[in-house]
């Protein structure tokens, strides 16, 4: 009986320890992934890269964006999946060019885009936090939050062509909302142990920042861009 108690522990210890790891590993790879976004934001300001708009534009996206995820799925058990989950993360650095330049061409963009910076780190900080030490179970909401996604998507298409501002704003406090939720599931599930691989992992939490942060900095640039 003691026996049997002892390798039941064992046995809970060390998958505890593998996802402590896990969550280790998709920080340190979060992290890491931040340094060619902001070089690729860097070179798309810096040289002015022109981008496809409206729907055609959305679609080449869509279809780029993608392919990125489906060769990282298929790469994530080697290192290769490492360099193309890094070369994701440069390519959506690229895709912050032209909101980098409107949010810019504001007198205080730049307070604005540091402003949507730290916001997004303290959300990230925030809901990490809570998934790590609640009791609660959040993997409930991955049917709703997915379903909002598709919302989103559809609703950021139509105003492609709409161009209203006011939809703008819901859509972008919308999406700060379900992202940020995102974030409790996703780091929920690394520590449940629903999610073992840091790459995948590291790719969820990173589409979650990066919708963040983006939705933010529309947010602000709508509310408080000042062209004086």
């Known amino acids: 009986m003691n026996q049997n108690m002892q390798r039941t522990f064992d046995l809970s210890g ?9 969550l280790r590993n998709t920080y340190w790879l979060l992290a890491l992934s931040m340094i060619p976004t902001v070089l690729g ?34 790469t994530k058990n080697s290192g290769l999946g490492v360099a193309v989950l890094l070369g994701f993360t440069f390519f959506m650095g690229l895709m912050l060019t032209p909101i980098l330049m409107r949010t810019l061409g504001y007198a205080n963009g730049g307070m604005l885009i540091m402003t ?9 900080a925030v809901m990490a936090t809570i998934a790590t030490v609640s009791k609660r179970d959040f993997s409930a909401m991955g049917k709703w939050l997915f379903a909002g996604v598709i919302v989103l998507i559809l609703a950021s298409v ?18 700060i909302a379900i992202f940020s939720a995102y974030i409790l ?13 840091y790459i995948s992992a590291t790719l969820r939490i990173y589409l979650d920042v990066y919708n963040i942060f ?14 004086d």
């Open 158 to 175: 139509a105003n492609i062509f709409l161009g209203l501002s006011a939809l703008s704003i819901v859509i972008s406090m919308v999406a």
């Open 214 to 227: 983006t939705s933010l900095l529309s947010l602000l640039g709508l509310a408080g861009g000042s062209r």
């Open 116 to 124: 949507a910076f730290g916001g997004t780190a303290t959300i990230l």
């Open 185 to 197: 599931y996703d780091v929920q599930q690394i520590i449940n142990g629903g999610e073992t691989n």
């Open 41 to 74: 934001a860097f070179i798309g300001v810096q040289m002015h890269l022109p981008m496809l708009t409206g729907g055609m534009g959305f679609i080449i996206f869509m279809a780029i964006a993608f392919g990125f995820m489906y060769a990282i799925e298929k």
């Open 14 to 22: 060390g998958m505890q320890q593998v996802r402590h790891q896990v």
